[in-house]
């Protein structure tokens, strides 16, 4: 039961991934990258290699719409690099998948030791390791594009210090803020369907 939950979580993330990627939200100038909700979610309740899969496709949605639905923004052509739009993308929810790893062992340690309430150090190291994927993704983009693009001019966009800058200035608060509050109560519910909570795994 637990694996056709899992392979249900991981069609439903990995679906909603591609779908988030055809429909972006725009608040204003801001367009937020819904994508990496359901890829920060997979890579904090599932195995490397879904977390390396969920962020591979996250990128390939990024590089096609970077030639289609996407095509028209100034970004675009930036987006058109698979190292820029897909590479990035893969390496960024690892990290968040790695540190909750590395944290929950800490965490389970001084649980015996009698430290903190075992729902409370969960949420709190997901909300951290959901802030980390999401500052590990800008920062792997951004610096992508710095070096392969600083100081050049792609498309009709010269690569200054102060097109990067506002680049991240009201997508990267908002995804952050967002992210480090949807990802934690949704990989707890997830968890606690497939008994994780009360295993104590």
């Not at 937020?32 to 195995?47: C, F």
């Not at 075992?118 to 951290?128: F, G, N, P, Q, S």
């Not at 509050?181 to 497939?194: C, F, G, K, R, S």
Request: hydrophobic residues 55%; contains cysteine; aromatic residues 6%.
């Amino acid at each position: 039961m637990k694996r056709s939950k899992r392979i249900a979580i991981t069609a439903v993330g990995l679906a909603l991934i591609v779908i988030f990627g055809l429909m972006p939200i725009s608040f204003g100038t801001a367009t937020i990258a819904l994508t990496l909700l359901p890829v920060l979610v997979l890579a904090l309740t599932q195995d490397w290699k879904i977390t390396l899969t969920a962020g591979l496709i996250m990128g390939l949605v990024s590089l096609i719409g970077a030639f289609t639905t996407g095509a028209g923004n100034i970004t675009a052509p930036l987006f058109r690099n698979p190292l820029v739009s897909v590479v990035t993308r893969m390496i960024a929810p690892l990290a968040a998948h790695g540190l909750q790893r590395l944290l929950l062992a800490v965490e389970r340690r001084g649980k015996e030791e009698g430290h903190a309430p075992r729902k409370a150090a969960k949420i709190a190291i997901d909300a951290v390791c959901a802030a980390v994927g999401v500052v590990a993704n800008t920062a792997l983009v951004l610096g992508m594009i710095w070096l392969l693009y600083g100081g050049k001019t792609v498309g009709d966009s010269a690569i200054t210090p102060e097109f990067m800058s506002a680049m991240i200035s009201i997508n990267f608060v908002i995804e952050l803020i967002a992210f480090t509050l949807l990802t934690p109560p949704i990989v707890y519910a997830i968890n606690a369907q497939e008994g994780k909570h009360a295993s104590g795994n």
